[in-house]
């Protein structure tokens, strides 16, 4: 790895709309994560958002424009597919709902790879699939995301309570179909959970200040060490929303031994 910094990186015409992707996807997971690990299905987001890559494998083989309607279709049809099943399973099978989960990821992981098995540049793709390419995101995609961000809002607010099962799995479905094109499966994993999870001592309105703010500064922190570094963008935004959580989750143990003390 090269460890000089490069100052002239920090460009806020790339890194400036690659932070809007991640405050974009962290509008809808940290609620969304919130409510997970309420339900006990941690893996959830890595099912549904490989699933949802599987689609857009699938378009991609059958020659469709990366950017066009046809490949979102799939993505959002794949990913619904994924989350009826899921919504049945949990029906009949809720006590093992985690483990098909598990199932159903490496499932759909394997579908991906032998969908890419005969592209030369299906390595590439696969990598992208996983960790994203979110200092490329352009226009266009900023604005459908902010569109799909304030509908699944508006729903999750408006009608959390009344969603029940299946409405939870088509919401969740369609957040994560847009997440995982923006920013790959890895870093919607961990903005769905890692602020939730490092939060959950928190209750109501607190809670899910502080996880925005945790995935914020993961982000932005994130994006200013890749670009001095020359680091891989995805995976320093990975780690550094991690040692943050981590960090944090230390801070609230020394202040409750203090207290205890």
């Keep these: 790895m090269n460890a000089m910094l490069h100052w002239g990186s920090l460009d806020l015409s790339i890194l400036g709309p690659a932070m809007i992707a991640g405050l974009l996807v962290l509008a809808t997971h940290v609620p969304l994560g919130i409510q997970v690990l309420q339900r006990g299905i941690v ?45 049945w399973t949990e029906k009949h099978w809720p006590t093992v709902q985690e483990a098909l989960i598990g199932v159903l990821f490496v499932l759909a992981s394997c579908v991906g790879i032998l969908l890419l098995a005969g592209n030369p540049h299906g390595g590439e793709h696969l990598k992208d699939l996983l960790v994203g390419q979110i200092l490329w995101v352009n226009a266009a995609q900023l604005q459908a995301m902010a569109v799909l961000t304030i509908i699944v809002l508006a729903l999750w607010l408006l009608l959390a309570k009344k969603l029940g099962r299946l ?30 999870l490092v939060t959950r001592h928190l209750q109501g ?57």
Aim: hydrophobic share 65%; with cysteine; glycine share 12%.
């Design 167 to 196: 409405g939870f799995y088509v919401l969740f479905a369609l957040a994560v179909t847009a997440s995982v094109q923006l920013v790959g499966v890895y870093l919607v994993f961990t903005s769905l959970i890692v602020p939730a």
């Design 43 to 87: 893996f959830i987001d890595l099912a549904i958002a490989q699933i949802a890559g599987v689609g857009v494998i699938a378009a991609d083989a059958m020659g469709w424009e990366p950017e066009g309607w046809a490949v979102q279709v799939a993505a959002v049809s794949a990913a619904l597919l994924g989350a009826l099943i899921l919504t």
């Design 205 to 261: 309105r607190k809670r899910v200040m502080a996880a925005y703010a945790l995935g914020a500064c993961g982000y932005a922190l994130g994006l200013a060490v890749s670009a001095l570094m020359d680091w891989p963008t995805g995976a320093v935004i990975v780690l550094t929303i991690a040692v943050l959580g981590l960090l944090g989750g230390l801070l609230k143990g020394s202040a409750v031994v203090d207290k205890a003390g």
